[in-house]
């Protein structure tokens, strides 16, 4: 079993900023990407932020600029500080990973269960 468990979000004013956190555990035998997604209402699932295989991140459009993930692949542990939030970050955010589980040499992707984050005007 792999579990991903994410924490942070909640309720945050305009302008201000939040930090998330997701922890892979369980049987695990390797780590690849590891980053963050956000599903708003009515909308399709976008990349927020990732830390890729390799050790590069990408983060998308919409947070370029004011949003920072790292990763620690020891630990299995990803963070996420984004500021300057405003209400279009409103959004359902989930954590996802590639990881290949000890039972298999297949990696695959693995998502938390979300952490809503509202952000008010």
């Known amino acids: 079993q792999v579990y991903l468990v994410e924490s942070g979000g909640g309720l945050v004013q305009a302008g201000g900023s939040l930090g998330l956190s997701c922890a892979a555990s369980?049987?695990?035998?390797?780590?690849?990407?590891m980053g963050w997604y956000r599903q708003a209402p009515g909308k399709q699932r976008e990349l927020v932020a990732q830390?890729?295989?390799?050790?590069?991140?990408n983060y998308g459009d919409a947070v370029k600029g004011r949003t920072t993930i790292s990763v620690d692949k020891v630990e299995k542990t990803a963070w996420l500080q984004m500021n300057g939030l405003t209400p279009e970050d409103t959004a359902v955010y989930y954590c996802?990973?590639?990881?290949?589980?000890?039972?298999?040499?297949?990696?695959?992707?693995?998502w938390g269960q979300g952490t809503q984050v509202t952000v008010s005007s």
């Open positions: 996802s990973a590639n990881l290949t589980p000890l039972d298999s040499e297949v990696p695959r992707d693995y």
């Open positions: 369980g049987s695990i035998f390797r780590l690849g990407a």
């Open positions: 830390v890729t295989a390799m050790g590069s991140t």
